[in-house]
């Protein structure tokens, strides 16, 4: 039902800002919440923040409120996590997921995943 592609990632030294961009084809008789997720070498995927579609309702991760924001673009059919003051402990693969508009934080509620972008911060 959903296809999602994330683009955006980069090397980036610490302190730097990023956006990355989830472009989603969805059903329109349906209705998602877009989740980011990332996965450090060695780690658990984590929750980092959702939106959703429609009402626009956002759910961050502790570690990353404050820094990071969840935005969409419905004509576009696309989420944006901007990040801000970037830490090391940020690089990480970071994916979008949807699920069903209930802004979960577990991976395993997320039925549709894009493929990752890297984001590699630097000191």
């Known amino acids: 039902q959903v296809q999602l592609v994330e683009s955006g990632g980069g090397s980036v030294q610490a302190g730097g800002s990023l956006r990355l961009s989830c472009a989603a084809s969805?059903?329109?008789?349906?209705?998602?919440?877009i989740g980011w997720f990332r996965q450090a070498p060695g780690k658990e995927r984590e929750f980092v923040a959702a939106i959703n579609w429609s009402s626009g309702n956002t759910r961050y991760a502790d570690p990353v409120k404050g820094r990071f924001t969840i935005s969409r673009d419905n004509a576009k059919n696309t989420v944006y996590l901007q990040i801000d003051s970037l830490k090391l402990e940020d690089t990480a693969v970071y994916y979008c997921?949807?699920?069903?508009?209930?802004?979960?934080?577990?991976?395993?509620?997320?039925?549709?995943w894009g493929q990752g972008t890297q984001v590699t911060v630097s000191s």
């Open positions: 997921a949807a699920t069903l508009p209930r802004l979960v934080a577990e991976a395993s509620q997320y039925p549709y």
């Open positions: 969805v059903r329109t008789d349906s209705t998602y919440a």
